[in-house]
């Protein structure tokens, strides 16, 4: 596989940030029919030790507050030839509305899937900080890009 300068491992996008919204935590809570108070109510989290409505997993993904635009830029994916791989979330914190969580992706595995439609894979890790410093979730995402085709 010839390396692009984009698929050089540890290339890294550049930092960004975000604060995670309330009102877009109980709007995914009720789309996903959650029962629990603590991913609702504001009064039930504190009262069960939490500094906010508590965000569940799955409602951070690498694109929550990162663009998958800005990733497909700086690791030069063409997006008409990527498929979406294996998402996994590494939870070792947790998030809370208001929280200001920042990150930055890394490209940390880079690949070629052979067979008779070759294909690129890419693996690209997000580390999320807290306000506090905290690393409170990891991100690992694979991306497939298929090979162009030969004339």
């Known amino acids: 596989m010839v390396i692009r300068e984009a698929r050089q491992l540890g ?5 960004f940030k975000g604060v995670i919204e309330r009102i877009k935590l109980i709007e995914y809570a009720d789309a996903l029919h959650l029962r629990n ?4 109510n504001r009064e039930a989290a504190i009262n069960a030790g939490y500094r906010d409505v508590v965000a569940t997993s799955g409602f951070i993904t690498s694109m929550t ?35 200001e969580l920042s990150g930055q992706s890394e490209l940390v595995e880079a690949s070629v899937k052979g067979g008779s439609r070759p ?3 890419l693996v690209i ?22 090979h162009e ?3």
């Open 11 to 15: 290339r890294k996008t550049l930092p």
């Open 37 to 40: 108070p603590i991913h609702r």
């Open 65 to 99: 507050l990162q663009p998958r635009a800005v990733k497909f830029a700086v690791y030069d994916i063409d997006e008409t030839r990527a498929l979406a791989g294996e998402m996994e979330w590494v939870h070792q914190g947790v998030v809370c509305a208001g929280d």
């Open 119 to 121: 294909m690129d894979m």
């Open 125 to 146: 890790e997000t580390k999320l900080q807290n306000q506090f410093g905290e690393t409170v979730l990891i991100v690992r995402e694979s991306t497939l890009e298929r």
């Open 149 to 151: 085709a030969s004339s």
